[in-house]
């Protein structure tokens, strides 16, 4: 199944990032700091209605991966085990090197201007393109209950937590 997907860049990440290694890991563990995507102006018009929203999910193209060229790795080592040394399948981690290099930001929107949103929560490199946009809905997005997450609830996750200082990265090698 070889389906080609096409996925128009609708706007432009502007951060202070540029490596992914000194970026944080998550929005939420960088939740003050401060960055603006730039729309192209055929999708401006889209932002209308986007100011009556406190968060909104940023879907992103990863497109500087944290890894060499060539296929990801089906198991990694994610930045928060780097320690332990400890591996994972890649769909069980949040990491840059994918598959398709999708990123999800849930970030707070700050302000939302003609052909812009100015936003809280930064772990976007700059020049991260951004494919779409929608508000977050706490009726649709928050499950009901303590959701189980994985070995996520076995770590201490710090805020302002950054690639670079867990350790070493993962080695590169082939799918498997």
Request: aromatic letters at 8%; hydrophobic letters at 40%; charged letters at 25%.
């Amino acid at each position: 199944m070889a389906l080609t997907v096409p996925l128009p860049v609708i706007g432009t990440v502007r951060s202070r990032y540029t490596r992914t290694e000194d970026t944080p890991i998550n929005a939420r563990l960088n939740a003050d700091e401060e960055a603006i995507v730039e729309f192209d102006d055929k999708y401006a018009a889209g932002l209308d209605g986007l100011a009556g929203f406190d968060y909104a999910w940023l879907i992103t193209w990863l497109h500087k991966p944290a890894s060499p060229a060539g296929p990801p790795r089906l198991r990694c080592v994610p930045f928060l085990l780097r320690s332990q040394q400890r591996e994972m399948g890649v769909f069980a981690t949040r990491g840059p090197r994918r598959v398709n290099p999708i990123g999800l930001s849930l970030v707070r929107v700050v302000e939302v201007t003609d052909s812009a949103i100015r936003f809280a929560g930064v772990d976007l490199l700059d020049g991260t393109p951004v494919l779409d946009v929608k508000p977050y809905v706490t009726r649709f997005d928050r499950p009901p209950g303590e959701p189980c997450c994985g070995w996520f609830d076995e770590i201490n996750i710090e805020d302002g937590s950054v690639p670079s200082a867990l350790g070493p990265p993962d080695p590169p090698s082939r799918i498997g």
